[in-house]
Structures are given as structure tokens and as C-alpha cells.
């Protein structure tokens, strides 16, 4: 058998919670996440915020002393990916900073990874809808950056009574719908990455000059 024809291996997940601290509901949701992609054939990448830490974006900073390791750490673990999703708190009915300040230093590396990937969304809140709001947030800077975002998301309501002992979600239904939701991402970015059926990508970062195809979202 060449090497042509030999069967792929599986995908590759990066999932991370969007949140510093070691308690937090997103991280518990992220953990959930990476086993279900375990789970369904594929190779989960299992990271913390705190494994990217980065101070706050500075022109001046960069100009000086280039882009911090921990910009560059989650660059590197981005690009061994195929797709990555991210657990996103809600502060304030938006994105948290560090999660956005992260994603405004990788943008600064060229080329920059986020515009060959595709994402999953998903969210954890004590409040009745779940985080949704900062997950809309969170679509515009990975949109703009040419990530494709998969349209459907989760949010988990009531996040600190959510979780059984066992790392599952308590009502049976949220943790189908999660199931469902990861495994119709992992099937969206195999036809992606195996079968090359969404090549050309929406793209608006003008300043990245590595992207040639900007026009479609897809060609069949």
C-alpha cells in the first residue's frame, strides 16, 4: 500500500475553556466536550487559559519585544489542529478580555492561524441562557478573521448545578443535544479536511496577505 493510499488519521480538536480560573463551569464544559470528541474517533487537545497566559495587547510591546510565548504557544497548538471550540464564560453580556486579548495577539502572527480553521462554540453561565450572548460576541473577531464558525452553538444554563460527579450534564437532554451537537461538528470538519469540499473561505483580514481565495464560502 503507498502513502496515498492509506487511510488518514483521525482529526485533531484543540478545546479550551475561555476563562483563568481552575473552578470554572467553562472548564468543566471543555472537559465534557474533549471527551465526547474522544469519544466519536477523533483526538482531543485538551488546553487552559492559563497554559496561554500574554499581558494585555500593546503595539508598542510587540514592536519591542515580538509576540509573547503564550501567543505563540496557542499559535502552535491551533496549527497541530484541525478545528478548535472554545467554552466561553459571559462577562458583562459579552466576550471576557482574555479570551479576546488572546485572539488579538495570534491574529498579529503570520500567517495568522485562525483563518484555515473551523470552530465550535459553545458556552456555560448560572444565568437562564447560558452564555449565549458572549458566544455571539465571540463569532464576530473569528468571523472577520476567517474562521468558519459552526452555526449552531451551545449554551448551558444553570452551569453550577449542571454537572453530575461523573463529569456529565444532570439533565439528559441538554447532554444529547451537546452530543449531537459535537458529532455534527466533527462530521462537518472530516468532509473539510478529508474530502476538501470547502475550499475557498469568506475572508475579510486585510492584514493578512497569505489568503488568495476571499469571495465564496464554499465551492461545491
Not at 497554559?51 to 496549527?79: I, N, S, W
Not at 482574555?98 to 500567517?111: E, Q
Not at 452555526?151 to 452551569?159: I, N
Amino acid at each position: 500500500m503507498s502513502m496515498d493510499d492509506q487511510a488518514p488519521g483521525p482529526l485533531r480538536v484543540l478545546v479550551f475553556g475561555g476563562a483563568l480560573r481552575a473552578g470554572s463551569v467553562n472548564a468543566r464544559l471543555a472537559s465534557l466536550v474533549a471527551r465526547l470528541v474522544s469519544d466519536h474517533g477523533a483526538t482531543a487537545d485538551l488546553a487552559t487559559m492559563r497554559e496561554f497566559a500574554m499581558p494585555p495587547y500593546d503595539g508598542d510591546a510587540e514592536a519591542a519585544e515580538g509576540v509573547p510565548q503564550g501567543a505563540l504557544a496557542l499559535r502552535d497548538r491551533l496549527e497541530l489542529a484541525d478545528a478548535f471550540v472554545i467554552s466561553s464564560p459571559e462577562y458583562n453580556a459579552s466576550v471576557p478580555g482574555v479570551l479576546k486579548n488572546a485572539i488579538d495577539w495570534v491574529s498579529r502572527i503570520r500567517p495568522q492561524p485562525f483563518g484555515t480553521k473551523n470552530a465550535l462554540l459553545v458556552s456555560a453561565s448560572p444565568s437562564m441562557i447560558g452564555g449565549n450572548r458572549a458566544l455571539w460576541s465571540l463569532r464576530v473577531p473569528l468571523e472577520h478573521l476567517g474562521t468558519r464558525v459552526y452555526p449552531d452553538m451551545f449554551s448551558l444554563p444553570r452551569a453550577y448545578e449542571a454537572f453530575a460527579e461523573d463529569g456529565q450534564l444532570t439533565d439528559s437532554g441538554l447532554q444529547q443535544r451537546l452530543t449531537q451537537t459535537v458529532v455534527a461538528f466533527l462530521r462537518f470538519v472530516e468532509a473539510d479536511a478529508r474530502y476538501v469540499c470547502l475550499r475557498r473561505r469568506w475572508y475579510e483580514f486585510l492584514g493578512d496577505s497569505t489568503q488568495t481565495q476571499v469571495i465564496q464560502r464554499a465551492e461545491g
